[in-house]
């Protein structure tokens, strides 16, 4: 069945409003949001988002994992449905359309379609993922990984918080621990609208990133220990010097990254000293490498380089050096035939585009594996995200709101 002709839109108006309600829960002290994971303010925030779909009459469902699904039925019982998502939750210092833009896109989808009396074959399920970001409960993508088989319930309820809480806790806490099974729902599609993240859509003048590809990731946890004396008073020549050799293996991280160009990056984001005072010497420092490539190969020969190079650095030091996984996917190559009705729908409501790879860790990496699915991007100006300072506009989030719309009708198959 064909899809509708570039008249039909989305109301641009409606979902800007929604974006900017949802932005007075937790917000941040620079204009931008603090909504993490499993708080109080996740906590009102999915209950905005609930009588918005009760209000659009869909069904909500919850999972063990606190991931929430809602529903448009469809007229076929036994057509699979086709899934919209992103998440909710933000960074700490998070902007307000990191995530939120790609949840209440999928709402307006199915908003537009009730305001034109459509129907469709398939059901559409609008998803709201647990945990996507990671920033207390690592790793990021936690809810669609347990959904996906990734990761198991018990792992995820086990994560901590900087402050020892468990997942599994703060998920009961906030009254959000559904009944169903995870990962029980099978899936015809995945849908996912993002911001870029990054500044190559706005660079180009493009309205829509058609993303063909999201790079594999590896999160390195390392653990070094030397030991803790009095900086004024130990004389250099007798140090174990745990943040120096952290130092060093920045800087070397940063060279394999720049040895691997072009189509990788990998840098530091985060550091702990202990015991973290002024005239101290650290005798422990835990700190992650966050590394990145769309190739397999590469990724994988940068990961055994900087492990590599890491204890070297740490042994001529004296410094004990440990590394632990906490977080990985492989390279993602989304479905040609999605991406094709992307690429088609842009083009045919006229607005400009360019394939892309996204260079940020999604959902739509773990729903890969369960269904075909891709991805769509809007600009994001400077490329700014995870920062206060996030900004998009009004007619850049309609735009690619435009494009899901036709592609997930087309997908989900207007009803006879």
Same mark, same amino acid.
């Given at each position: 069945?064909?899809?509708?002709?570039?008249?039909?839109?989305?109301?641009?108006?409606?979902?800007?409003?929604?974006?900017?309600?949802?932005?007075?829960?937790? =917000?941040? #002290?620079?204009?931008? @949001?603090?909504?993490?994971?499993?708080?109080?303010?996740?906590? *009102?925030?999915?209950?905005?988002?609930?009588?918005?779909?009760?209000?659009?009459?869909?069904?909500?469902?919850?999972?063990?994992?606190?991931?929430?699904?809602?529903?448009?039925?469809?007229?076929?019982?036994?057509?699979?449905?086709?899934?919209?998502?992103?998440?909710?939750?933000?960074?700490?210092?998070?902007?307000?359309?990191?995530?939120?833009?790609?949840?209440?896109?999928?709402?307006?989808?199915?908003?537009?379609?009730?305001?034109?009396?459509?129907?469709?074959?398939? =059901?559409?399920?609008?998803?709201?993922?647990?945990?996507?970001?990671?920033?207390?409960?690592?790793?990021?993508?936690?809810?669609?990984? #347990?959904?996906?088989?990734?990761?198991?319930?018990?792992?995820?309820?086990?994560?901590?918080?900087?402050?020892?809480?468990?997942?599994?806790?703060?998920?009961?806490?906030?009254?959000?621990?559904?009944?169903?099974?995870?990962?029980?729902?099978?899936?015809?599609?995945?849908?996912?609208?993002?911001?870029?993240?990054? =500044?190559?859509?706005?660079?180009? @003048?493009?309205?829509?990133?058609?993303?063909?590809?999201?790079?594999?990731?590896?999160?390195?946890?390392?653990?070094?220990?030397?030991?803790?004396?009095?900086?004024?008073?130990?004389?250099? @020549?007798?140090?174990?010097?745990?943040?120096?050799?952290?130092?060093?293996?920045?800087?070397?991280?940063?060279? #394999?990254?720049?040895?691997?160009?072009?189509?990788? #990056?990998?840098?530091?984001?985060?550091?702990?000293?202990?015991?973290?005072?002024?005239?101290?010497?650290?005798?422990?420092?835990?700190?992650?490498?966050?590394?990145?490539?769309?190739?397999?190969?590469?990724?994988?020969?940068?990961?055994?380089?900087?492990?590599? *190079?890491?204890?070297?650095?740490?042994?001529?030091?004296?410094?004990?050096?440990?590394?632990?996984?906490?977080?990985?996917?492989?390279?993602?190559?989304?479905?040609?035939?999605?991406?094709?009705?992307?690429?088609?729908?842009?083009?045919?409501?006229?607005?400009?585009?360019?394939?892309?790879?996204?260079?940020?860790?999604?959902?739509?990496?773990?729903?890969?594996?369960?269904?075909?699915?891709?991805?769509?991007?809007?600009?994001?100006?400077?490329?700014?995200?995870?920062?206060?300072? *996030?900004?998009?506009?009004?007619?850049?989030?309609?735009?690619?709101?435009?494009?899901?719309?036709?592609?997930?009708?087309?997908?989900?198959?207007?009803?006879?």
């Amino acid at each position: 069945m064909p899809s509708p002709g570039e008249n039909l839109r989305i109301n641009g108006d409606r979902l800007w409003d929604g974006l900017m309600d949802m932005a007075k829960i937790g =917000p941040g #002290v620079a204009g931008g @949001n603090n909504r993490q994971t499993l708080t109080d303010e996740d906590g *009102e925030g999915r209950h905005l988002f609930a009588r918005w779909c009760e209000a659009a009459g869909l069904t909500l469902g919850v999972d063990q994992m606190g991931n929430m699904f809602a529903t448009r039925p469809g007229t076929d019982p036994a057509a699979l449905p086709v899934y919209i998502g992103s998440h909710l939750d933000t960074q700490p210092t998070g902007g307000k359309f990191d995530g939120v833009l790609g949840v209440l896109a999928g709402l307006e989808v199915v908003r537009s379609l009730n305001d034109l009396n459509i129907a469709t074959r398939h =059901p559409i399920v609008v998803t709201n993922w647990a945990n996507e970001e990671g920033a207390r409960f690592a790793p990021a993508m936690l809810g669609s990984g #347990v959904f996906a088989g990734i990761h198991t319930l018990d792992y995820a309820y086990a994560r901590r918080d900087g402050e020892g809480k468990s997942y599994g806790d703060e998920l009961k806490r906030i009254g959000w621990l559904g009944d169903e099974e995870v990962g029980a729902r099978p899936m015809h599609a995945y849908f996912e609208y993002h911001i870029e993240q990054g =500044p190559i859509l706005e660079a180009q @003048n493009k309205q829509i990133g058609v993303v063909t590809h999201c790079q594999g990731l590896w999160w390195l946890e390392f653990t070094l220990t030397g030991r803790e004396a009095h900086t004024g008073s130990t004389p250099m @020549n007798m140090r174990v010097n745990a943040g120096l050799a952290m130092a060093r293996i920045i800087e070397m991280v940063q060279a #394999v990254a720049m040895d691997n160009q072009p189509g990788a #990056v990998a840098g530091v984001g985060q550091a702990r000293f202990f015991p973290n005072s002024r005239n101290v010497l650290p005798g422990r420092v835990v700190f992650t490498v966050d590394l990145r490539s769309p190739d397999q190969t590469k990724l994988d020969a940068m990961r055994r380089r900087i492990e590599e *190079e890491a204890a070297s650095i740490a042994a001529a030091l004296g410094v004990g050096c440990s590394v632990e996984d906490v977080g990985h996917f492989d390279p993602v190559t989304f479905a040609p035939e999605l991406v094709d009705r992307v690429r088609s729908a842009a083009e045919k409501l006229g607005y400009s585009h360019m394939p892309i790879i996204s260079g940020a860790g999604h959902d739509a990496c773990w729903a890969a594996k369960l269904a075909p699915t891709t991805m769509i991007m809007c600009p994001c100006v400077d490329g700014i995200s995870h920062n206060e300072a *996030e900004e998009i506009s009004r007619d850049w989030a309609a735009a690619g709101a435009d494009v899901l719309f036709h592609a997930v009708l087309e997908t989900a198959e207007i009803a006879d």
